[in-house]
């Protein structure tokens, strides 16, 4: 498979385990500006990113939610996720199976578009020992390096979503990389320049020193909508970076709220 399939069919990283690390806090980025911008936090996320110029490698967007209390019948299911898939122009390569017992019911779509956008789509209903019926929606999106645009992908997923009566939850993590092998200062001044890029203030991070120099900082951008607490603090915006010495490249992950996938 190509390194590009890797990267789209799930990004598959190095390992996560953290030998040696230590937390920090660090001064707060200046920000550019007060005012609120009108734009996604896809697009705020990828004009963070574009400001390293990095290059980019792949993108991944997942959105969760679920509806209480209404019950769907199998066929109903199959529609959501062909719905989905259809918004996306991704239903005439989708495949579905299912599965079925007495109190539940998974129906999972997956779609692939010529090594360029993988689509997962998992539709669940459960009835809890009590008898109420709750209904669980999924959507994984993998797009490649093609797809600089991620506004209208954000918003027809959330669209969808609310047009269903389900809740929404999100993460988006734009992968990328640079061709030289970063010490972990440079590696901070990076992803420095992309929280900087959205207005952002770094909350905290993490470095580690011996194995594969890793470092990854989270920060706070008043542009950034989707955000959570973590420790009493606010955040919605997370970058990392790792040398990837048989690739002979930097990786860098970004992320909103947090970063999603395995780096």
């Known amino acids: 498979m190509k390194k590009q399939s890797r990267w789209i069919i799930g990004f598959a990283m190095t390992s996560m385990l953290l030998f040696s690390f230590f937390l920090f806090t660090t001064d707060k980025v200046p920000a550019q500006s007060d005012e609120q911008k009108n734009k996604t936090d896809g697009q705020v996320l990828m004009e963070a990113f574009t400001a390293t110029q990095g ?28 719905d989905v898939a259809t918004q996306l122009e991704m239903d005439q390569q989708a495949d579905i199976q299912t599965q079925q017992d007495k109190d539940y019911t998974q129906v999972r779509l997956t779609s692939l578009l010529e090594d360029k956008m993988l689509l997962t789509v998992i539709v669940e209903s459960m009835k809890n020992q009590e008898g109420h019926i709750n209904t669980y929606l999924v959507v994984d999106l993998s797009l490649g390096k093609e797809y600089q645009n991620l506004d209208g992908f954000e918003s027809n997923i959330k669209n969808h979503f609310n047009d269903l009566g389900f809740t929404c939850e999100n993460t988006m993590t734009i992968i990328g990389t640079f061709s030289e092998k970063m010490n972990r200062n440079k590696m901070k001044d990076t992803i420095g320049i992309s929280f900087e890029k959205a207005d952002g203030e770094i909350v905290e991070g993490i470095e580690e020193a011996e194995y594969n120099e890793m470092v990854s900082l989270t920060g706070y951008s008043p542009k950034i909508k989707n955000s959570l607490q973590i420790g009493g603090q606010q955040v919605n915006i997370n970058g990392a970076m790792r040398y990837n010495e048989e690739e002979g490249k930097t990786y860098f992950w970004l992320g909103v709220p947090l970063i999603a996938t395995e780096y």
């Not at 209480?68 to 996720?81: G, L, P």
């Open 55 to 82: 290059d980019l490698a792949g993108t991944n967007m997942n959105f969760w939610g679920q509806i209480e209390n209404k019950e769907y019948s199998q066929e109903h299911m199959e529609k959501v996720a062909i």
